[in-house]
Nanobody, 126 residues
Framework: QLQLVESGGALVQPGGSLRLSCAAS????????LGWFRQAPGKELEGIAC????????NYLDSVKGRFTISRDNDKNTVYLQMNNPRPEVTGIYYC???????????????????WGQGTQVTVSS
């Protein structure tokens, strides 16, 4: 059974750090590009970062560049989102998603992804 399970969401203070993880099972992980998406309260789902199947390509939302880092470990079937110095406006539910793509590209478009996790809550507040 195909699964994506996010973890690591928490309440964090501005200026702190947080690492989200997404563990995958039930499919050939290394054939898939991956993305992290955010659903902020009252807003549409937004692509935060993506990474290609073998990490050759990453792409970030402009507002998180330099503070967030996406990475993956294909041996552990896990993708990560390191969040450094988060701001209150990044509060929301974070989802990981998988997109079948062997070549070295990735996408932050919601509709491009085939499989989704259940989400993990991140709250940035003092």
């Amino acid at each position: 059974q195909l699964q994506l399970v996010e973890s690591g969401g928490a309440l964090v203070q501005p200026g702190g750090s947080l690492r989200l993880s997404c563990a995958a099972s039930g499919f050939n992980f290394h054939y898939y590009g991956l993305g992290w998406f955010r659903q902020a309260p009252g807003k549409e789902l937004e692509g935060i970062a993506c990474i290609s199947s073998h990490s050759s390509t990453t792409n970030y939302l402009d507002s998180v560049k330099g503070r967030f880092t996406i990475s993956r470990d294909n041996d552990k079937n896990t993708v990560y989102l390191q969040m450094n110095n988060p701001r209150p406006e990044v509060t929301g539910i974070y989802y990981c998603a998988a997109r079948f793509k062997v070549s070295g590209t990735c996408s932050r478009e919601n509709a491009a992804h085939d499989y989704w996790g259940q989400g993990t809550q991140v709250t940035v507040s003092s």
